[in-house]
């Protein structure tokens, strides 16, 4: 597809349970990130992904965060023992090399139960 | 590092009323600013962005801004209200060429309504 792609849309979980949320950024794009969209908190940023380097993970709220990206395209947004505060709309965000723009996903609307 | 401030997190216009929505930034490099636009369950859409040169920037749906260095300022402009603009705003900054950080920093939103 030509744009950033998120899935799932919508997940629903139980407080205490792992979720994954995967994010497809543009084809060629190098750079990728992740924020996280609340009612509380406005949109925040949680990680940057740029090409082969070290992600900046400046913006993870704790360590039950983690994200990778696999082979510099696909990412995978990993919350582990969810609890009801990481309710959110997660946003995927990618960027080509050069450029500033960022492109974002229709995200994924975590609800912990 | 960058903060952006929003005055304003609800707005309500007249269609055909001038649509003018504030925006402060503070930046510690030279920024780069963006204006985004997010319709009601969809993700967030560029409407313009400032990195050198002319300050005055257009963007789409006929929507501009005017980058001033010494207010701080990112002040997004539309001359003539349209339905179709009701959504929620949101500023941004990050740190320009000079500066490391990639991420965008973002204002809490400013939500736009257009009445008839």
């Known amino acids: 597809g030509a744009g950033v792609s998120q899935s799932p849309s919508n997940k629903v979980t139980e407080k205490g349970k792992d979720v994954e949320l995967r994010c497809d950024p543009i084809?060629?794009?190098?750079?990728l990130y992740w924020y996280r969209q609340s009612l509380g908190q406005g949109l925040e940023f949680l990680i940057y992904?740029?090409?082969?380097?070290?992600?900046?993970k400046s913006g993870l709220p704790s360590d039950r965060f983690s994200a990778e990206r696999t082979g510099g395209s696909v990412s995978t947004l990993t919350i582990q023992r969810t609890q009801q505060e990481d309710s959110a709309v997660y946003l995927c965000?990618?960027?080509?090399?050069?450029?500033?723009?960022?492109?974002f996903g229709p995200g994924t609307r975590l609800t912990v139960l | 590092a960058q903060s952006v401030t929003q005055l304003g997190s609800h707005v309500s216009v007249s269609e055909g009323a001038l649509v003018l929505l504030r925006c402060n930034y503070s930046?510690?490099?030279?920024?780069?600013l963006f204006w985004y636009v997010q319709y009601p369950n969809q993700g967030l859409q560029l409407l313009l962005k400032?990195?050198?040169?002319?300050?005055l920037v257009k963007g789409i749906n006929g929507f501009e801004a005017e980058f001033k260095k010494s207010e701080t300022s990112f002040h997004l402009t539309k001359p003539s209200a349209h339905m179709s603009d009701a959504a929620e705003y949101f500023c941004?900054?990050?740190?320009?060429?000079?500066?490391?950080?990639?991420?965008?920093?973002f204002g809490s939103g400013t939500q736009l309504t257009v009445l008839p």
């Open positions: 965000a990618s960027s080509a090399a050069g450029y500033n723009e960022q492109f």
């Open positions: 084809s060629g794009h190098t750079a």
């Open positions: 992904f740029q090409g082969n380097s070290a992600p900046d």
């Open positions: 930046s510690s490099v030279p920024p780069y």
């Open positions: 400032y990195t050198t040169g002319a300050t």
């Open positions: 941004a900054v990050r740190a320009g060429a000079s500066g490391s950080a990639r991420q965008l920093t």
